[in-house]
């Protein structure tokens, strides 16, 4: 199947999105065992882990431009 | 004496820590440690029972699902037989990975796998059990937070249910179910074969009661072209299991809590610990570092 790399990024950033907001929410439940605590810090909990991965996108594609290109 | 020091009396003196892992190695024998007879046996009969049912049914060839290259000793310790520690490793000793030679599966081969995967689930709440019963006064008393944690695998979100705590099973279930679902539909079934995705299919396991269903009623399909989002689906799966571990501990630990009266568990901000730094009197909310560890109080 051939489908537009735009149409495939956008389904893989909803896919990420979605997965990220299990794992997230289960974060916040394991350590906050009060619904009203977890509620207060889940969108800093989010926001943290939407960032770091972010991050962690930008440190793989200047890895991969700096030395997978070499080959 | 503490309300919370009382409930941590050890009963005769025995050790927690070592009645779980006696339990790892032998189902029942932690029970047996703590002078439970009837328990013992009835964890015994019921994970050795279904163990053995799943060899019997699958002439012990689950393990031939891996592929050669990953046969090695240590292999199955990532499987959820690896829960009744004693029972893997006597199927291990016993069939391995098989003659090397190509034979047909035994036609309750998927069934036999699903029970000796079960035993190991069922053996590591045993063991939570086992935990328990040694800092309990009363035997009654250890299921209370031990029973959330098996009806949390039977259906994520069953246990905080149970607890009282409503809106956070139904989000708990419709997170991890809803997880799973979409990742079945990514890899269109596909992820819903032990065979073919051993090490995958371990993780999703542990969704429990939603994973058995959909490969009893979805796992037996044919995949007779290329899957795009085959990989995303994987994932999907496995990490709702994974995530369900999550909860599962979550259940216990609210459950040991109001059980031994400990405060609820509670991460504390950089800002709460200033300002607790700061306040004169210590906070009203119980931090978690004032918990009695087991080892204080059993010395």
């Given amino acids: 199947m051939n489908e537009p790399a735009t149409t495939d990024a956008f389904v893989h950033l909803i896919l990420f999105l979605a997965i990220s907001l299990g794992i997230v929410t289960m974060g916040v439940f394991y350590s906050e065992a009060d619904d009203a605590a977890a509620r207060a810090v889940w969108p800093k909990r989010m926001f943290t882990f939407l960032v770091g991965c972010a991050v962690l996108v930008v440190v793989m594609l200047v890895c991969e431009h700096t030395f997978a290109a070499l080959g | ?299």
């Fill in chain 2, 1 to 299: 004496m503490s309300a919370a020091t009382h409930n941590l009396q050890q009963a005769g003196g025995a050790n927690a820590g070592v009645a779980a892992v006696l339990t790892w190695f032998l189902p029942g024998a932690g029970h047996l440690y703590l002078g439970r007879g009837l328990h013992a046996l009835v964890v015994f009969a019921l994970v050795e029972g279904l163990y053995f049912a799943g060899l019997r049914l699958s002439a012990g060839m689950t393990f031939e699902f891996l592929d050669a290259e990953l046969r090695t000793a240590v292999a199955p310790l990532l499987s959820p037989e690896a829960g009744n520690l004693g029972g893997m490793l006597w199927q291990l000793k016993n069939f391995g990975f098989g003659t090397g030679q190509m034979r047909p599966w035994p036609e309750h081969m998927v069934l036999g796998s699903a029970l000796s995967a079960t035993s190991g689930v069922l053996n590591a709440v045993a063991m939570a059990h086992a935990h328990t019963l040694a800092r309990v006064a009363a035997p009654a008393d250890a299921a209370r937070p031990v029973l959330p944690v098996l009806l949390t695998w039977v259906c994520p979100g069953l246990g905080h249910l149970r607890q009282g705590r409503t809106a956070r099973g139904l989000i708990v279930f419709a997170l991890l179910v809803g997880l799973f679902a979409l990742g079945s539909v990514l890899a269109e079934g596909s992820n819903l074969s032990r065979e073919r995705h051993f090490y995958y299919w371990a993780g999703q396991f542990l969704l429990g009661g939603p994973a058995l269903i959909a490969e009893a009623l979805f796992g037996s399909m044919r995949v007779t072209r290329d899957i795009p989002y085959v990989e995303a689906g994987l994932v999907f799966g496995c990490v709702a299991g994974l995530l369900n571990v999550l909860a599962m501990i979550d259940v216990y630990g609210y459950g040991e809590a109001k059980l031994f009266g400990w405060p609820l568990k509670h991460h504390e901000s950089k800002s709460e610990r200033a300002a607790a730094g700061d306040a004169a009197s210590p906070s009203e909310t119980p931090k978690s570092t004032d918990l009695p560890k087991l080892g204080e109080i059993s010395a």
